[in-house]
């Protein structure tokens, strides 16, 4: 099974601005979707985030994501820990964001602490 990624240059900064080319790499290997931003949205985070000192709720925008859905905290280290170890996958990102989104927002769901 092959999987994609962006430009080399997205994966060394994942800031390169405009990028919308997806290119086939490695087998076993999986980038994230430029612009995407569904795991920084669907989720929930429990640790503190500059900005969401209570942690992040689900459904909601992470107050670090910039406009053009970049996380202004990577590679800094402010970014939470669980944000730093979530690795996108095909089964989790889909062929859309829209796709990816809803995963995540299901499996969020299916989480939940019962009350």
Known sequence: MFSWSCHA?????????????????????????????????APSISSPIPGMPQGKPAGVRCSQLTAENRCRLFGSGDRPAVCGSLRPSPQMCGESADEALAYLTLLERQTEPVP
């Open 9 to 41: 240059a997205c994966l060394v900064s994942m800031v390169l601005p405009g990028c919308k080319t997806m290119m086939k790499i490695t087998e076993n290997s999986f980038a994230c979707r430029p612009g995407c931003a569904a795991c920084c949205i």
